[in-house]
């Protein structure tokens, strides 16, 4: 006998949003609910393995291939489902948001993907989450445009056929929406919120059109993580009646101990994967968050010091090409994150320079398409990729045989002769205190210094501040030797919001969250007890 239907989450603490009823039907609900009550147990059992992992880890200060996971690696046989169509060619990705410019403006950028985020580009107000699916939708039925309160311009959908194919990003499983609650008021899982939603709403429109409900999955630690994904995606295929096998998703290898179970993670999702992505700032965030107590070994200079040709990332980045490729999924490489200047042509052609040679490398190595965070880049990137591939979607038969990587040399972060600086430590201070600021004002994608920023950035930000303390490094600064303490930390951090004040005007200063983004950095940088996630406390401060 079938266990009843739990009762529909209760909206909780949120004002009425205009159309949500569209979004929030009763039988949308109903589904949530249902994905809560079958997933969340096991979501919790998993967290709770994700501490006793790092536990461990802090214990050895080592990490490996897991032996009991061998036979699957070795086994030359299985291969994930082939690509659909609309997914077979990727070569230039662009990711944002999904409010209502960004979802005209990715979607017409001639980029072949649009990473609709709902996770680090997107800061969780009942709002974003709510409004993000609404516009997806009205994308899909082409009831959708936008005009720019400054310019007057407006913007319209190109033809279906022009349009980047979507795949959506929930937020992850450490998070959960405050504003859903089940009958006993536990809060549901962000990222069953996040899928249950678009899924219900999407999935058979996706199809009428010849796509499908794709998926992003971020910040996943284990094959177990990724194998409670896969039992999500079956039942909700089965419980819609969307053939099996519809679903795609592709994983960012984003965590240090997922880059020891690529192999797992696709074989768990083997009929609906789609490919795996090398996250850059979250896996530097996540090297230091589990080798936090490794000693000098592990301290990380200066996050722009950290290039994707350091010998460590290296091995990454080799290892799921090579991954990938044997096992017939997309490689899809990271982030450009320049922000063109219309002011600053020379910046420009610089930024562009480097961009160019990132993709270049990427191309070269063997990634079938890669990020841009900016459509200005979309052509550079297009450029990079098209020399390579030429007419064929993808460059999956380069197999990479060449590449040979230890479970060494992934954490080889000592490989690296940069060393933090006493400029690292104030950058971390200054885009940390002004990322946060206005992801407490609902803003996930942030324009920081001529880069494009999200959460990542703000956890590598915090967790650098956090190691070079703890790790008692020293820096050169104008002449003498200064060792980083929290009250170093704290000086900077009060010089950087008495510039903000000076550069902003007291006016715009007292309306913004500037006090309150500098003491949540500090909170986070400087606690004795690491918090796993910055977004964790900065949520019971967000409002909306």
Excluded at 407 to 431: C, E, F, H, M
Aim: charged share 25%; hydrophobic share 45%; aromatic share 8%.
């Amino acid at each position: 006998m079938s266990a009843p239907a739990p009762s529909p989450p209760a909206v909780v603490d949120a004002e009425p949003l205009p159309r949500q009823e569209e979004v929030l039907t009763e039988s949308a609900l109903a589904f949530v609910a249902e994905l809560h009550r079958r997933f969340t147990p096991r979501r919790d059992e998993l967290l709770a393995r994700r501490a006793e992992r790092r536990a461990e880890i802090a214990r050895t200060c080592t990490l490996d291939f897991l032996p009991e996971t061998a036979a699957i690696r070795a086994d030359d046989s299985w291969r994930v489902a082939p690509a659909p169509a609309a997914l077979d060619d990727r070569r230039v990705e662009i990711t944002g948001p999904a409010d209502r410019r960004m979802t005209v403006n990715a979607l017409n950028s001639g980029a072949r993907v649009w990473l609709a985020d709902f996770e680090d580009a997107s800061a969780p107000t009942w709002e974003n989450v709510v409004l993000g699916q609404l516009n997806l939708t009205d994308a899909y039925t082409r009831n959708i445009d936008f005009t720019d309160p400054a310019s007057g311009k407006s913007y319209a959908l190109k033809d279906e056929g022009e349009l980047a194919t979507v795949v959506m990003r929930p937020r992850g499983w450490h998070l959960n929406e405050r504003h859903l609650v089940d009958a006993d008021g536990a809060e549901i899982p962000g990222a069953l919120v996040d899928f249950g939603l678009y899924f219900f709403h999407n999935a058979q429109r996706l199809l009428d059109l010849g796509k499908g409900p794709y998926f992003y999955l971020p910040k996943t630690e284990s094959h177990l993580e990724a194998r409670l994904w896969n039992d999500v995606f079956v039942f909700a295929q089965d419980r819609l009646g969307i053939p099996q096998g519809t679903v795609r998703a592709t994983v960012l290898i984003e965590t240090i101990t997922a880059a020891y179970e690529m192999e797992e993670i696709l074989y768990e999702l083997r009929d609906h994967a789609s490919g795996l992505n090398a996250g850059r700032w979250d896996y530097l965030f996540s090297l230091v968050k589990n080798f936090r107590d490794g000693g000098a070994k592990f301290v990380l200079p200066d996050r722009n010091a950290v290039t994707m040709t350091a010998p460590f990332m290296r091995a990454y980045t080799e290892l799921l090409v090579r991954t990938c490729h044997r096992r017939g999924a997309h490689a899809i490489g990271g982030m450009a994150a320049f922000i063109p200047s219309r002011r600053d042509p020379e910046a420009n052609r610089v930024a562009f320079e480097k961009v160019r040679a990132d993709k270049d490398r990427e191309a070269a190595d063997g990634f079938d398409g890669s990020w841009v965070a900016h459509p200005d880049l979309v052509p550079i990137a297009m450029e990079s990729f098209d020399k390579v591939l030429g007419d064929r979607p993808h460059q999956k038969d380069r197999l990479r045989e060449d590449v040979h990587v230890e479970a060494a040399d992934l954490i080889a972060v000592d490989s690296l002769k940069a060393r933090p600086t006493y400029a690292g430590l104030v950058n971390a201070v200054q885009v940390g205190v002004r990322y946060i600021e206005a992801w407490l004002r609902g803003l996930g994608a942030v324009a920081i210094f001529g880069l494009m920023e999200d959460a990542a950035t703000a956890e590598i930000s915090r967790s650098q501040i956090w190691q070079w303390i703890n790790a008692g490094v020293e820096f050169e600064h104008e002449g003498s030797t200064v060792k980083a303490t929290p009250d170093l930390a704290r000086e900077i951090a009060a010089g950087e919001l008495a510039a903000i004040r000076e550069e902003i005007g007291a006016e715009a200063f007292a309306a913004g969250h500037w006090q309150q983004a500098h003491d949540l950095l500090l909170r986070v940088a400087l606690d004795e007890d690491y918090a796993d996630f910055l977004t964790l406390p900065a949520y019971e401060q967000l409002r909306g």
